[in-house]
């Protein structure tokens, strides 16, 4: 690294730095014309990302590994460009500068064996294709870099340790002294380096360029709340990957294969065909392939569908948890495409499994999904004297604290309608002013969104939405997440601003006021589900916690996968009215895992999760299965 | 070949949660206004027979005021060609006469809407004209007769299925006979069917969406005033609110035997002794059964 370089030396540099460009302006090309998305830059999270690996360290082994690795290769080339300006430094700082040097060194080689041992054993064969050539190159850099080292040492023949070169000290044992070898080194790490720049397009250290770049452009607000698309200028999700926005091409781009989204999918944990991981692969594939057809390489008129490439049975199998957005370290999202092919199959081509149908039919015509119609929405508070908003007396702003939202679940389901009466009970014992819509609530939408149906999500928003208006509608509490998430995330961007809040975030508050006292014990051990919707999507992670802790008497437990880990109970996502005919059934893994928790109560916090637990409790075959409950319900109960 | 639909958009009363005697106790959200389903099998059924033949079209064809716009559309979206209108030339709203004048639901009697429909289906050319076997508010399972018998066709009603054969001249229909039992009828063009519910309409896609979405309805001018209403309703009666009673099972029985009395529906077998021999000893035998069960006290009855 002494060496300053030739001229020649720089015109290859030049060549490779020229070659490295135009092959990522080549890949950039398949995503960078095409549809716009909003995307704004985030400095400070790629610094994070890249400076303290915040997410890839969430698995220490391999995420230590790449620190290692990363590190290796940043210090040590800032140093030698540094090096070849030539500056004169006083011996103290360039000395230590070399123990840095040598450590980083020593780190990437520990990083890069780790790694290779991890890809050559191969326990993971759908890991990113071309691992190897830059593992390699990468090997024999800092291999042949610290034999240089060791032989320039072997020829000064220093007697001592030198404390700022150990590493190179330990090779100059092995290396002969011969400044030959030292310059034979000097070059082959020379040219693995050029070879390493060159080979960044086209190998898998493509990551290098676009991962920090999809971080850099990650999507920022209210997380994988789905954006709006623009329906009338044609915008009906994605046929084919030329559907898809720049963002949602460079996330396929900068996808490095890890499987941390597959691990973590219920989909493909109960044996299910998606698996988030294949879903990009196979975007990023057929963004080749257009590409290739564009340069007329290919002879295919049509322009591959997604379809080909990701099947109905693996769209149709995703709960919408999240956890592949939550778990990616470099912020790719699949969910969003799975929705977007959905979207096309749904309202471009009408195909929507025949199960759901009569949901989305009932959503239609009489605005809920049980179908059971407006008319009926507010049996369940028959007899309750529960306030609605278009009864007299005539609430004001000021009478009233907080709209309930009750959501078809709440107000349909016989179980969930227990919890809309417990939540009646809470808000009265604590003396909140509230009232319902009643009548003039409809579905969120939530389902036919997820579904896929965006036309019908909208024109039940806009229905709520003028509702809402109409009363001047402050703050809203709801028991669903997924009304939660609907109002709270999705609606702002249909013009309807206002502070939604779950359930459990407002009883905890009322517990912590001390505006409602709870008395009587309810179960021992208790475990709480962490609902997606609530969780993942909306950080609402500690307050059924607490609650459940405020019961007295009551033992919390916690399931082997929670909080953001947390599994989804399969009933997400439009989930809950298909069938599921593939591998095992999601509720019933998830049902077991609580159960195996030793406790004799779950709690859930949606309603959705409720009933899947329930079906998937009832089906264990156990000697003692626990009791499910929502949260609320046990408030309720806990208050006597 | 060309396919008539005849799609009835109706007000459909769901539920019955008003307050108020004079309304029948049916508030406005008990009320949906759709395309009558069984009219939406027909229409699932033409365009499965679009779907075989490439020159058969679907025409759905409408009588009176547009109250469920945008679930017509929704039919026109799923498939059919065009979609038209029977409208009177005299400007009224249509199609409106003495009869419907006084009809509580506010619709022409069978006979008048089976002319009109007649009318308009020789009008427009239709091979084969399909309606639903009834509606959800009147009923009244006539007009598909009275049209067939209009047009003097042959008719089948109920009609579950339908095929074409190769040549294109025999239809091959299914039709439920009632209690499960079915039935496979052919019949020669043109021809007259009723459809009973169980197809469901398929979901439009989204560029038919918008095509129906911006469609203007063919207006069919066609006076009602020649032909004489024969049929007047006259009262039509809400059903009054009865509470269910389900009662409970008899608590004194086995778990099993509970549970058979739920699924039967609770109907208890009647068990009795049979008496025999002259009038003389049955009246006995009777008045010995009142007093065991103590509803015959004393003895006084029998002196
Ligand atoms: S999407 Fe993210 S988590 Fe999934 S394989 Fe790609 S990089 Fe890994
Ligand atoms: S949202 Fe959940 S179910 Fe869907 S792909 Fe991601 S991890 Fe799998």
């Known amino acids: 690294m002494k060496a300053l370089l030739t001229s020649f030396d720089l015109l290859l540099i030049a060549s490779a730095l020229l070659i490295m460009t135009a092959g990522l302006a080549r890949r950039w090309s398949l995503w960078r014309k095409k549809k716009p998305a909003s995307a704004s830059g985030d400095w400070g999270g790629l610094a994070d990302a890249l400076v303290k690996h915040r997410d890839i360290l969430k698995r220490p082994s391999v995420g230590g590994a790449h620190l290692a690795a990363f590190w290796g290769v940043v210090i040590p080339l800032i140093v030698i460009i540094a090096a070849q300006f030539g500056f004169i430094i006083p011996q103290a700082p360039a000395d230590l500068l070399s123990l840095v040097q040598d450590l980083a060194g020593f780190a990437l080689l520990v990083g890069i064996l780790y790694l290779m041992f991890r890809r050559i054993r191969g326990a993971d064969s759908q890991g990113p294709a071309r691992t190897l050539v830059p593992m390699v190159l990468l090997l024999i850099i800092v291999l042949s870099g610290f034999l240089a080292e060791g032989a320039r040492m072997s020829i000064l023949e220093t007697a001592a340790i030198p404390w700022q070169s150990p590493a190179g000290w330990l090779f100059s044992v092995v290396s002969p002294s011969s400044p030959l070898f030292m310059q034979m080194m000097i070059r082959l790490h020379f040219f693995a380096v050029l070879l390493l720049i060159v080979a960044v397009p086209f190998t898998f250290m493509r990551h290098a360029a676009a991962s920090p770049l999809n971080v850099f452009y990650r999507k920022r607000g209210p997380r994988a709340a789905l954006t709006l698309p623009s329906i009338d200028a044609g915008q009906i999700g994605a046929k084919s990957v030329e559907d898809l926005s720049w963002k949602q091409m460079l996330d396929a781009e900068a996808c490095v294969a890890c499987g941390r989204c597959e691990e973590n999918c219920p989909a493909s944990i109960s044996n299910k065909p998606l698996s988030p991981r294949k879903v990009i692969r196979n975007i990023r594939e057929q963004m080749e392939t257009v590409a290739a057809d564009h340069k007329g390489l290919r002879n295919q008129p049509d322009a591959p569908l997604l379809e080909t490439g990701v099947s109905a049975d693996e769209m149709w199998a995703c709960t919408s948890c999240m956890a592949c957005v939550e778990h990616c370290p470099i912020c790719v999202e699949p969910l969003d495409k799975i929705i977007e092919m959905r979207r096309y199959q749904v309202m471009g081509e009408a195909r929507l499994p025949a199960e759901a149908r009569p949901m989305i039919r009932d959503l239609e015509i009489y605005g809920d999904t049980q179908g059971k119609g407006v008319a009926h929405r507010a049996d369940w508070a028959m007899h309750q004297g ?152 909306n950080q609402v992670y500690q307050q059924p916690r607490d609650i459940c802790r405020s019961v007295p008497g009551v033992q919390l437990e916690e399931a082997e996968r929670n909080r953001d880990k947390g599994f989804c109970c399969g009933g997400g996502g439009g989930r809950m009215w298909l069938h599921e005919n593939i591998g095992q059934n999601i509720n019933v893994v998830r049902a077991e895992e609580m159960a195996n928790s030793g406790a004799d109560m779950i709690g859930a916090a949606c309603p959705y999760c409720l009933v899947m637990l329930d ?22 109960d806990a208050m006597g | 070949m060309k396919i008539i639909v005849c799609a009835k958009q109706i007000q459909h009363t769901y539920a019955r949660t008003g307050t108020l005697p004079e309304s029948n106790y049916i508030s406005p959200e008990d009320n949906i206004y759709r395309v009558d389903p069984h009219d939406e099998a027909a229409l699932e059924l033409a365009l499965r027979l679009k779907d075989q033949r490439e020159d058969a079209t679907v025409t759905l064809l409408t009588l009176g005021p547009m109250i469920a716009e945008t679930e017509i559309r929704r039919c026109l979206a799923a498939g059919a060609d065009d979609l038209v209108r029977v409208v009177d030339p005299n400007g009224a709203p249509p199609p409106e006469n003495e009869a419907s004048a006084s009809d509580p639901l506010n ?68 039709r439920s006979a009632g209690r499960g039992v079915r039935e496979i009828i052919e019949c020669q063009l043109p021809a007259v069917f009723s459809v009973d519910l169980g197809t469901e309409l398929r979901m439009p896609k989204f560029s038919r969406r918008q095509w129906a979405r911006d469609y203007v309805p063919r207006q069919l001018e066609m006076a009602t005033d020649s032909d004489i209403p024969k049929l007047r309703c006259t009262h039509r009666f809400q059903p009054r609110p009865r509470p269910k009673i389900i009662p409970a099972p008899d608590s004194r029985l086995h778990a099993y035997d509970r549970i058979m009395q739920l699924l039967t529906g609770s109907t208890i077998e009647k068990s009795g002794e049979m008496l025999t021999g002259d009038t003389e000893s049955q009246v006995a035998g009777i008045i010995t059964f009142l007093k065991a069960n103590g509803i015959l006290e004393s003895d006084h009855a029998d002196t």
């Open chain 1, 386 to 537: 529960v306030p609605q908003m278009s009864q007299a007396p005539p609430l004001n702003g000021s009478d009233l604290d907080v709209l309930l939202w009750v959501g078809c679940a709440g107000a349909f389901h016989p179980r969930n309608q227990e919890t809309s009466r417990a939540m009646v009970k809470i808000l009265s014992a604590a003396g909140i002013g509230f009232a319902i819509l009643g009548k003039e609530e409809i579905c969120c939408g939530d389902p036919a969104r997820r579904i896929g149906d965006e036309i019908l999500f909208r024109k039940l928003a806009r229905a709520n939405i003028d509702r809402l208006n109409h009363y001047q509608v402050k703050k809203i509490v709801t028991m669903c997440p997924h009304c939660l998430n609907t109002l709270k995330n999705e609606y702002p961007e249909l013009g309807c601003n206002l502070e939604v809040i779950h359930a459990t975030e407002m009883v905890l508050q009322l517990i912590r006021d001390k505006r409602i006292v709870l008395k009587y014990p309810v179960a021992d051990k208790m475990v709480v589900h962490d609902a997606c919707y609530l969780g993942r999507y």
């Open chain 2, 107 to 174: 619709q022409p009697d069978p006979w008048v809407k089976s002319d009109l429909i007649a009318r308009a289906v020789e009008n427009l050319g239709g091979d084969l004209a399909l309606c639903g076997k009834a509606s959800l508010d009147r009923s009244s399972s006539q007009v598909g007769a009275l049209l067939a018998h209009r047009l003097d066709r042959p008719f089948v009603s109920a009609i579950t299925d339908l095929s074409m054969d190769e040549t294109g001249g025999t239809l091959r229909v299914q």
């Open chain 1, 615 to 636: 079906d998937g409790v009832k089906s264990l075959e156990m000697e003692k299965t626990p009791k499910v409950a929502d949260i609320i319900d046990i408030v309720a």
